[in-house]
Each structure stands twice: as C-alpha cells, then as structure tokens.
C-alpha cells in the first residue's frame, strides 16, 4: 500500500455513524433469512408519489430539446442556470426576499457544502491562528464529524435539557451560557430540523445565534436538509430564517433525489465564492440531469406540493406510532424520555441513568432482532466526558409501522431488564 499523507490517512478513517454501518451492515449479512426489525437506516424510503414525480420530470426531460444540453455538455460550477433561476423565483415569491442569481450556489448534494465550508472558513489561517467551527449544540449531525481536514478546528457545545418528567419527553436548547462565538470562529453549523434529534430550534434561538457571529462576520450555515418547502419534514410550525451572515443550506436528497447529489447554499455572494470554488477544484459541478428534473418539479410547485401532502404526513405518522407504542409500553418508573418529534425522519431516546452504555444496549437489542443506532456517534466535536453521550439511541422512522411497533415492544422489554438487572 503507498503511504498516506496525514489528511489521508485522517480521511480513510470512517467517522461517526458510518463505523457503526459497518456493523448494522455485518449484522444484517450474517443474519439473512432470519426477520430484523431495522431501525438504522438514515436513507429515505422510496415513497410511490415522489417517485412518479421524478419519471414525471424525466419523461419532460427526455421529450424536450433541453436534453443534450443537459447532459451532454459540462456546465457552470455554480449550477444550471434555469434551476437557479426556479429557486430564486420560489424562495422571493415564498418568503418574501430579493434573491438574485447570484445568491445561490448548487453543489453536489449538502454535504460537500460543509465540507467546503468547514476548510474554507475553518482550520489554520496564514497566519497560524486556528479558526474554528462552532457546532452550537450538541448532538447534531455525525456526518460534521469528518468534513475538516483540520479535526481539531470542531468544538461542540453541551445543550440544556427541557425535561418534562410527568409526560417522559425532553428537548434540547441551546446553552447561551457556554456557547461562545469570537474572533476565533471560522463559521457555525446546526441542522434544524435536526438529524438525529428531530429537535428544530426556535426562530428566537436561530436569530441569538446569528446575532452572536454577526460582530465577527462569522457566517452561520443552516442544515436546512429537513426544513421547508421541500422536503417539509418539521411537524412544528418553522419559518426558515435569512439574514445577512446566514447561509440558507437545502438538500433535495430527503425530497426523493438522493442520488442525484443535489444542495443548495443560499446567501450574501461574498460568502458563496469561496465555496464555489472549492467546488470547481473538487468535483466542477453537480449533477445537471439532477438539477433539470428539479427545475420542473420546483416551477410547477409539485415538489413543495408533495412535501406537504405525502411526505411530512409519512414521516409524521411513523413518529405518532413510535411515540404511542413507547408510551403503552416503557415502564412508567423508569427514566425514559423521548425527544420531542419536532421533525426530520428519526426519533431519539434518552435513557437517563442507563446502567450499561448505549453501545452495549445497541448490543442487546440486536440480539432480539431490533437495530438502531447508538447515540454517541452524533456528538462530533463534543469531547468532554458527559454521561448523557452513552445513553440516548437513535430510531428511524423509515421502518414499517410494524417494526416500529414491535421494535419499541422489544426495545421495552430490554430496558425493563437492564435497569432491574
Ligand atoms: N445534513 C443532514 C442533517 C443530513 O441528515 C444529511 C443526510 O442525511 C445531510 C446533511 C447530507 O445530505 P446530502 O449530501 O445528501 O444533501
């Protein structure tokens, strides 16, 4: 094997949840024939109506005469111009804003715009200071976890807990106390709705802490990849939140184009150029097939159409089975609290007080046929030893409604003999 630079070597590690897939991924190999209740997955399930919005779009595409110019032909890095042109119409006209082209950048799915985000404005400076990137609370996205080449640059914040001890449901705020943003923040990141809690922090919180980066011109990137239009999936009412030093980051992965790899920043020009380059050097473009059938669906308003109607009453519906299973079925005197399903596609648990840890209990469950995801791996940049990392679990709600419920029967039925042990 040639040897590896440091940033590769630093790559080929699997950070986060993906070491944990390596094992769901054994597990469910070598127990093939034998009935799982998988409760792992964080892709999206292919939902009938989404799909047949996409052939839709395709079959417009294949008929028209935009076809070769589309796929046949490289393009600009900062994305088609018509798909440009039907966001910034979708987003004035939705919102209330004065978009103009140059106010969006597509990528190559949202992710890499964390990645460039995370080096652009993260990391060392020229002159050695070391900026860093600010995870205001912790737990959030793992797939932060790996994006800079520069590890030590990701701080994570402790939350403060709403606790509702009576109804077993909590929420996680963030800690205005702790949370520090100063000259030596590079740029911020969170995802509301967030991946892994469904927790969607308040219009007031967003604005705190955008207020908080504005004196450093820190900008703030919003994991949008949950939020409306599209995909929709907050069960909350949420108004998306723009403002001068905020990036606005969408994805169409949850709204049924995952494999297209299609994100979108959108804010101040003066902070997308960077990224635009970033991604001229790393990959040129993103898919422009992608973007073109998105063009459609976004211009006739089926894809917001669609979010609404089928895919957050999907999810929602998934949510309200967990939740009343676990309320028909945890033990009353145990310490189980859920957090509030405000959106995204997973539930979380936290199981205060847990006498084994999360990767243990992650163990046990397998052992009765029901994978989920231990919680440690969502506190990237987080780390200070606090007991509360080993003790939640996440649930994904693109199960049938009868592994989730079976799930969470067999799931109570452990935490009944791990706690009485
Ligand atoms: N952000 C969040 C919160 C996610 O959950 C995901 C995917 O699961 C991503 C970003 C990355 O999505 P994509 O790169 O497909 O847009």
Redesign the pocket.
């Known amino acids: 094997k040639p040897a590896l630079t440091k940033i590769g070597a630093q790559m080929s590690n699997l950070t986060g949840v993906r070491a944990i897939m390596k094992d769901i991924n054994e597990t469910l190999r070598a127990n093939q024939g034998q009935v799982l209740y998988n409760l792992s997955a964080?892709n999206p399930l292919i939902l009938p109506e989404v799909e047949q919005l996409w052939r839709d779009c395709t079959a417009d595409l294949l008929a028209s005469a935009e076809y070769g110019e589309v796929v046949c032909r490289y393009g600009s890095s900062q994305g088609y111009a018509p798909f440009i042109a039907a966001i910034v119409k979708d987003f004035n006209q939705r919102y209330g804003l004065q978009l103009t082209e140059r106010n969006i950048l597509v990528t190559?799915?949202?992710?890499?715009i964390?990645f460039y985000a995370a080096n652009a404005y993260g990391g060392y400076t020229e002159d050695c200071k070391l900026k860093k990137i600010v995870l205001p609370l912790s737990p959030?996205?793992t797939?932060y976890g790996g994006v800079s080449i520069c590890p030590e640059s990701l701080i994570a914040y402790k939350p403060t807990l709403d606790v509702d001890d009576v109804n077993h449901r909590f929420k996680y705020r963030p800690d205005f106390t702790q949370l520090s943003i100063t000259q030596e923040t590079g740029c911020v990141i969170f995802?509301r709705p967030?991946?892994p809690t469904g927790n969607v922090l308040t219009n007031e919180e967003v604005e705190k802490i955008a207020a908080l980066a504005t004196p450093y011109d820190v900008p703030v990137f919003i994991?949008s990849?949950?939020a409306p239009p599209f995909p929709a999936l907050n069960f909350t009412e949420m108004k998306p939140v723009f403002g001068e030093n905020i990036i606005h980051?969408i994805?169409?992965?949850?709204a049924g184009l995952?494999g297209e790899?299609?994100?979108l920043a959108i804010g101040e020009e003066k902070l997308l150029q960077v990224l635009e380059c970033f991604q001229t050097n790393a990959g040129i473009h993103s898919s422009r097939y992608g973007q073109a059938i998105a063009t459609r669906a976004i211009e006739s308003g089926a894809l917001a159409n669609i979010a609404e109607t089928v895919i957050r009453p999907f999810y929602q519906h998934k949510f309200d089975v967990l939740e009343s299973t676990l309320d028909a079925v945890m033990p009353k005197d145990l310490p189980w609290f859920l957090h509030r399903g405000e959106g995204?596609i997973f539930a979380w648990l936290w199981l205060q007080e847990l006498p084994i840890s999360d990767w243990e209990f992650y163990q046990q469950l397998k052992k009765v046929g029901v994978i989920v995801v231990p919680g440690s791996s969502f506190f990237p940049g987080l780390e200070e030893n606090w007991e509360h990392k080993h003790q939640c679990l996440r649930i994904s709600l693109t199960g049938t409604d009868e592994e989730i419920s079976i799930g969470m029967q067999r799931l109570a039925k452990i935490a009944q003999e791990v706690y009485h042990q």
Request: charged share 15%; net charge neutral.
């Open positions: 964080g190559a799915g949202s992710q890499t964390y959030d996205y797939g995802s967030c991946n994991d990849a949950y980051c994805s169409l992965s949850k995952p790899r299609i994100g995204a």
